[in-house]
């Protein structure tokens, strides 16, 4: 077996399945190119036949990225596998990923199919994509429940077909680590041809096992492959945690044993890209990417880290791309100070004109805010990009009143496809109030399913960064917007929920690995 690791990230695939994580286009492409600079091997870029908006994106990253192979998901039929082939046209590296279900359950609830007619299926999906490219990965959906004899027999046939990665997905996160381990090892063990693929694991968060199931699937089973998302984003609980599972394969490789390629620092400007992006904020006890994982309280810990950090600290956090000194500038740092520190966060803009708009952000920020912190950069960077980019709607002006014993009141200017509006109302609180001025216009009949607002840095001065989620005819977004003033950032998120919600782009669910 190989000693090098390969990480393939589903971040835009099975992590935009999250409620209210569906990204733009261009927010895809971004998170491709952060994806690159982190070194992750394979990029799954959505599922291609979904809809014409996936289909565009997952060709939009397969021209851009070029060190890293781009993957899409298809099911195991011609016409998906076909848009999949179709889509990855002019990629410098391509895989394509089929899956079908295998488990008794699935194959008779779902798909209503018989076992020989979900082999056959399988079998012939895997020959039919070798048309498009000799990387094959196949996955048995609810693997884990699966019988271990049939499923011994679909997966000798797809490697003999060319599949070149299994993938033993726990679609459901039904499994426990040890178990999962010698369920994998047990099936390379019986399928005669298991040697001429590579083995993965993709595992669910259900119970809490995620990462430790795709570890015991390393270690126990030998798989060379895990399947992952940035922050544990993903269906339901979500997937297994990118960062969590490359720290502990390279911090305890004594005991695993591997190599990993991704580049470290970068994991944490990935982790606020896709957080800014999906709405998704990181909770602070979040391991490697939360606001306290290298935070001390205890004074016992607080005296040893003094004296030699690695008596309560096992990983350094400039490894993982936390900045050891997080206040950078102020308001009288020029413009090629601001651009050279974008560089060092790995932040990347499309031109001089978008680094000159961010900048002008950045010059408005430090006249009401006296310390300029990364996690600030971030924000501003990100909220430039989100208010560049497409949608109907953009915040303008923000004027309200609230004061004891008077009902709130507030005035909002936004551009609605870029003339101005004005509208105002009353509300319960000036957030609401906000919300009302905005419907008084809009009239989207959306329900707001989630309000969070959640500071940036630390102190009174912080910017609060704001996610609201809203659901209309069934389709769930999540808008975010960030600034000093939490309800003018309010305004900016629910609009730029409003922007989601525009988009009338009907997808078919993939139905999930």
Not at 408 to 424: L, W
Request: charged content about 25%; some cysteine; aromatic content about 6%.
């Amino acid at each position: 077996m190989s000693d090098k690791l390969i990480v393939f990230d589903t971040t835009l695939r099975d992590g935009e399945q999250s409620p209210g994580a569906s990204m733009t286009h261009e927010e895809k492409v971004r998170i491709a190119k952060q994806l690159e600079k982190l070194r992750v091997d394979v990029i799954e870029a959505g599922f291609a036949a979904a809809s014409n908006g996936d289909f565009d994106s997952v060709r939009a990253i397969g021209l851009a990225i070029k060190d890293s192979t781009v993957c899409s998901l298809a099911r195991a039929n011609d016409r998906d596998i076909a848009r999949a082939g179709e889509a990855l046209r002019g990629a410098n590296s391509a895989r394509i990923h089929t899956f079908i279900a295998t488990s008794a359950l699935h194959m008779e609830k779902k798909l209503r199919m018989t076992p020989d007619q979900v082999f056959e299926q399988a079998r012939l999906a895997v020959r039919f994509a070798r048309q498009y490219t000799d990387n094959i990965e196949f996955s048995p959906e609810d693997g884990s429940r699966s019988d271990p004899d049939f499923l011994c027999r679909v997966l000798e046939a797809v490697i003999a077909e060319g599949a070149t990665t299994i993938n033993v997905a726990d679609t459901v996160g039904y499994a426990v680590p040890e178990q999962y381990g010698a369920f994998i090892r047990n099936l390379r063990e019986r399928i005669p041809n298991s040697d001429k693929a590579v083995w993965s694991v993709h595992c669910h968060d259900d119970l809490g096992l995620a990462v430790a199931n795709s570890l015991a699937g390393i270690k126990i089973g030998g798989a060379r492959q895990v399947e992952c998302t940035i922050n544990a984003l993903g269906e339901r609980a979500g997937n297994c945690s990118l960062e969590e599972v490359v720290m502990a394969v390279k911090t305890r490789k004594d005991y695993f044993g591997l190599e990993v390629g991704i580049d470290t620092a970068q994991i944490m400007p990935a982790s606020r890209l896709v957080s800014g992006i999906t709405g998704f904020v990181v909770q602070p006890n979040k391991a490697i990417v939360g606001a306290n994982a290298f935070a001390h309280a205890s004074g016992i810990h607080q005296d040893g880290v003094l004296k030699a950090r690695q008596t309560y600290e096992i990983m350094r956090a400039e490894d993982v791309g936390w900045a050891a000194n997080k206040i950078v500038l102020g308001k009288l740092s020029g413009r090629n100070a601001f651009k050279q520190r974008l560089q060092e966060l790995g932040i990347e803009l499309d031109s001089e004109q978008a680094v000159n708009e961010a900048f002008a952000r950045f010059k408005d920020l430090a006249d009401r805010k006296s310390e300029i912190f990364d996690e600030d950069i971030h924000a501003l960077v990100s909220g430039e990009q989100v208010e560049a980019g497409e949608g109907a709607y953009r915040f303008v002006a923000l004027a309200q009143r609230s004061e004891t014993g008077e009902r709130p009141h507030a005035r909002v200017v936004f551009s609605e496809n870029g003339k101005e509006v004005a509208a105002e109302a009353d509300g319960n609180g000036p957030v609401d109030a906000t919300v009302n001025a905005i419907e008084s216009h809009v009239h989207s009949d959306a329900e707001l399913l989630l309000f969070s607002v959640n500071a940036i840095t630390t102190g009174t001065e912080s910017q609060g960064e704001v996610t609201m989620r809203l659901s209309r005819a069934g389709r769930i977004v999540n808008g975010v917007g960030a600034d000093p003033d939490i309800v003018v950032a309010s305004a900016k998120a629910y609009l730029s929920a409003l922007n989601k919600l525009q988009s009338r782009v009907e997808k078919v669910h993939a139905q999930g690995i």
